[in-house]
T-cell receptor, first 111, second 115 residues
Framework: GESVGLHLPTLSVQEGDNSIINCAYSNSASDYFIWYKQESGKGPQFIIDIRSNMDKRQGQRVTVLLNKTVKHLSLQIAATQPGDSAVYFCAENRGGGKLIFGQGTELSVKP | DAGVTQSPTHLIKTRGQQVTLRCSPISGHKSVSWYQQVLGQGPQFIFQYYEKEERGRGNFPDRFSARQFPNYSSELNVNALLLGDSALYLC??????????????FGEGSWLTVV
């Protein structure tokens, strides 16, 4: 079946620390994943994506790691800031505009 | 440049009524997708339209329909509203229909409450 899930529903970190948000998927044929950030009352905002021929991809303060062996990906946010507080979703791009989302991890940043 | 724009932002409807939600994609984007997001969950795919044709459909009843216009804007229609249709309806656009690098951008959504 279709399944993209996250390990923890909530994550609380201290400002300035690094955050790691995890995601597991079930379909071994999945080859394109995206992380979105959704702030309260807003639509999902694209953060970074990765294809299955990569193990790692870096953006500005964010890194996505993909482990195809255990079907797991993670989003690392460096030097977490209060503005990073939001719900983070991993999503699998199935093509044809179809994204399969997990339930999300709510990140809270303590000042 | 404007992002994906949706209207209305909030609306309240009564059970059994019909609703139309509207979406304008990012300029130059030809693909529009619709998602339903129930509180506390991730968005669920409803439809994709590309070049005015339906290209994909999620597991939603026939009460849900959509169309795409020549200017690539789109409307989502929901008939015979149920209480369970209360949700945030998200529109997303992308340049092409699929593929790596074809980033999908979301609008701010339309909050629908059915009473």
């Amino acid at each position: 079946g279709e399944s993209v899930g996250l390990h923890l529903p909530t994550l609380s970190v201290q400002e300035g620390d690094n955050s790691i948000i995890n995601c597991a998927y079930s379909n071994s044929a999945s080859d394109y994943f995206i992380w979105y950030k959704q702030e309260s009352g807003k639509g999902p905002q694209f953060i970074i994506d990765i294809r299955s021929n990569m193990d790692k991809r870096q953006g500005q303060r964010v890194t996505v790691l993909l482990n195809k062996t255990v079907k797991h990906l993670s989003l690392q946010i460096a030097a977490t800031q209060p503005g990073d507080s939001a719900v983070y979703f991993c999503a699998e791009n199935r093509g044809g505009g179809k994204l399969i989302f997990g339930q999300g991890t709510e990140l809270s940043v303590k000042p | 440049d404007a992002g994906v724009t949706q209207s209305p932002t909030h609306l309240i409807k009564t059970r059994g009524q019909q609703v139309t939600l509207r979406c304008s994609p990012i300029s130059g984007h030809k693909s529009v997708s619709w998602y339903q997001q129930v509180l506390g969950q991730g968005p669920q795919f409803i439809f994709q339209y590309y070049e005015k044709e339906e290209r994909g459909r999620g597991n939603f009843p026939d009460r849900f329909s959509a169309r795409q216009f020549p200017n690539y804007s789109s409307e989502l229609n929901v008939n015979a509203l149920l209480l369970g249709d209360s949700a945030l309806y998200l529109c997303a656009s992308s340049l092409g229909s699929s593929g790596y690098g074809n980033t999908i951008y979301f609008g701010e959504g339309s909050w629908l409450t059915v009473v």
